[in-house]
């Protein structure tokens, strides 16, 4: 019974396609996040997701967009992709009571060719 | 704004030795602290927390003091094995939740 899982594990894909990444969590959390991490293990928040509303959103490009159908579930979506997306990319979710340690996933590993 | 500090990796030790890895935050209010574990290949892990002044955390030997007046929570662990050979992160919750920020990241190696 996996708290916080993500699919694929591992994406590999070539410059310019839109792909999606699925985040699904069982925890009955509020809040979800999407995270980059790049090569050197810098942590990047993207996204955030309460109660369905965006509330954080970083200085992302747009061909980057989250969607979120339910409370559970929050995924991304990347149009138009390039080498520079190349990175893993963490799901996370917290409770919007304290004290807000957040859940992570096992990452997704997009390569862009 | 808030922000989390840790010190540069990577860190390379011999089993059984000490451990410190220094994580020093600025904050408005009171935030609570945490320590993140990310093995090879996984996601990021609890590993210990602290919500006020003078908390301790503690997990599978580790342990980090929320430190107020030195603005520090700097994990510790008196003897490493080799699997706790991972990255480390150092995190910061704003009290309301809105904000949360994780350190650059701590690399440890222990050889045997």
């Known amino acids: 019974d996996t708290a916080v899982s993500q699919t694929p594990k591992y994406l590999v894909t070539q410059m310019g396609n839109d792909k999606s990444i699925k985040c699904e969590q069982n925890?009955?959390?509020?809040?979800m996040y999407w995270y980059k991490q790049d090569s050197k293990k810098f942590l990047k928040i993207m996204f955030s997701?309460?109660?369905?509303?965006?509330?954080i959103n970083e200085t992302v490009p747009n061909r980057f967009s989250p969607k979120s159908p339910d409370k559970a579930h929050l995924n991304l979506h990347i149009n138009s992709l390039e080498l520079g997306d190349s990175a893993v990319y963490f799901c996370?979710?917290?409770?919007?009571?304290?004290?807000?340690?957040?859940?992570f996933g096992p990452g997704t590993r997009l390569t862009v060719t | 704004g808030d922000s989390v500090t840790q010190m540069e990796g990577p860190v390379t030790l011999s089993e059984e030795a000490f451990l410190t890895i220094n994580c020093t935050y600025t904050?408005?209010?009171?935030?609570?602290l945490f320590w993140y574990v990310q093995y090879p290949g996984e996601g990021l892990q609890l590993l210990l927390k602290?919500?006020?002044?003078?908390d301790k955390g503690s997990n599978k030997g580790f342990e980090a003091t929320y430190r107020k007046e030195t603005t520090s929570f700097h994990l510790e662990k008196g003897s490493v094995q080799v699997s706790d050979s991972a990255v480390y992160f150092c995190?910061?919750?704003?009290?309301?939740?809105?904000?949360?920020?994780f350190g650059t990241g701590t690399s440890l190696t222990v050889i045997p």
């Open positions: 996370a979710s917290s409770q919007v009571s304290g004290p807000y340690e957040q859940y």
């Open positions: 925890l009955g959390h509020d809040t």
């Open positions: 997701y309460n109660n369905k509303e965006l509330i």
């Open positions: 904050a408005t209010g009171y935030p609570s």
């Open positions: 602290a919500t006020k002044a003078d």
């Open positions: 995190a910061l919750s704003d009290r309301n939740g809105n904000q949360f920020y």
